[in-house]
């Protein structure tokens, strides 16, 4: 495969293990920045959408059938860099295993928990809080002090503080309110400063470690001091993260939870774009394990895709013979040829079989699975005198 990593960390140690992983089955690999790229949009009914790369000051297009598959790696403007991976995707037609509504899921630590509570995946109890007067009570509704208040959106612990007392949690959420900032209130979880991070690739839990806090704090990230120790997880813990990561809608993902002091455990977050950190401390390689489902991901779905676009450009090429025939006349096509009405067509009489006279009398049977068919359809027995 030809492969497109998308990534700002272009000298960071999970590029370099995907590189190596990739190069290792031999596949190419080109590593593009998302702030050198930029989106075009076509007015053109056939498509034509584009995309673009800077290069040492010179614009080239990026061309679609140079790349087999795109795999991303977005952290920092997530948005826009989900823009542009699902335009790369959905627009030009490029593969990619992840798709883009997992990565902003898991991004959103709220939805991540609302997700995940829908599955039936245990977490602690959490408020979603923009302002309002009563403070005291919405606590009580968690079980009181500590408590942990989280941004939204942030990564490798930053955002994250827990407060022991209500003048700290009224000062803290009334700052928030004032400036239009919603937060998370959680129950705080008691697990002597450990938590777990579990890498789930393809629906298989990889590997696992334990995440000790530095002395004096309670995030037990890496980022923020922490160390990794390699850990076993139970059963029942494997199964939770791998739900997890189903919830958020992501075949990769870095899992974290907290084992309480009795042995139960609390799902935190989903993490799209967890780190390697857990290569170093386990000796596996979770590169490999993700070129490895990347390759079968492909086998599987790659030229779905294809298949779409080359749908869209023959229904396309089939309007236009259609519009352009009716423009001999001014007349006949332009209320039928509008989309939605087509589509309402096909939502009625999909997969029917069509008996229909052509041009030239004969009959004819066609079988309607697609906008393409019914165009055909059309494009036969329409008689423009």
């Known amino acids: 495969m030809n492969v497109l990593l998308l990534t700002e960390s272009t000298d960071s140690n999970a590029t370099g293990s995907l590189v190596r992983a990739f190069e290792n089955r031999k596949h190419t690999v080109a590593i593009i920045r998302p702030c050198d790229i930029y989106l075009f949009v076509s007015s053109h009914q056939s498509g034509f959408d584009r995309v673009y ?30 823009a542009i991976l699902d335009h790369l995707h959905s627009n030009v037609g490029i593969f990619c295993p992840i798709p883009t509504s997992g990565l902003l899921t898991a991004s959103d630590k709220f939805e991540t928990i609302q997700k995940c509570s829908q599955f039936g995946i245990r977490t602690p109890r959490t408020l979603l809080y923009s302002g309002g007067d009563s403070v005291d009570q919405l606590i009580e509704k968690i079980g009181g002090m500590p408590v942990v208040v989280k941004q939204l959106h942030g990564s490798q612990g930053k955002g ?3 407060l022991d007392s209500m003048g700290a949690v009224r000062s803290t959420l009334d700052s928030f309110s004032k400036a239009n900032i919603p937060v998370l209130v959680q129950e705080y ?55 997890a990561a189903q919830a958020v809608g992501l075949p990769i993902a870095g899992v974290d ?56 450009r023959d229904t396309t090429q089939l309007l236009q013979s259609l519009t352009d025939e009716a423009k001999k006349t001014s007349k006949i096509i332009d209320p039928i040829v509008n989309d939605d009405y087509l589509k309402e067509i096909l939502t009625q009489h999909k997969g029917e079989m069509l008996d229909y006279t052509d041009r030239s009398g004969q ?18 027995t329409f008689k423009i005198q």
């Open 189 to 243: 979880i008691e697990a002597s400063g450990t938590d777990f991070r579990v890498f789930v690739v393809g629906g298989k839990a990889v590997a696992s470690y334990k995440r000790v806090a530095a002395r004096g704090d309670f995030r037990a990230n890496i980022s923020q001091g922490g160390q990794g120790i390699k850990a076993d997880i139970s059963k029942e813990e494997e199964y939770m993260c791998l739900m």
């Open 160 to 162: 994250v503080a827990y």
């Open 363 to 380: 009959k004819q049977q066609r079988k309607l699975n697609s906008l393409t068919d019914l165009i055909a359809v059309m494009s036969q």
């Open 53 to 82: 790369r800077e290069e040492k000051g010179v614009i080239n297009r990026v061309i679609a059938s140079d790349y087999d598959t795109v795999y991303p790696r977005l952290g920092d403007n997530l948005r826009y860099g989900c």
């Open 257 to 312: 939870f907290l084992r309480a002091k009795d042995g139960q455990p609390f799902l935190i977050e989903v993490n799209g774009n967890a780190g390697f950190h857990i290569e170093k401390v386990t000796g596996i390689s979770v590169s490999k394990a993700i070129v490895a489902f990347t390759e079968q991901d492909f086998a599987q779905h790659g030229n779905d895709r294809n298949k779409l676009q080359q749908e869209r």
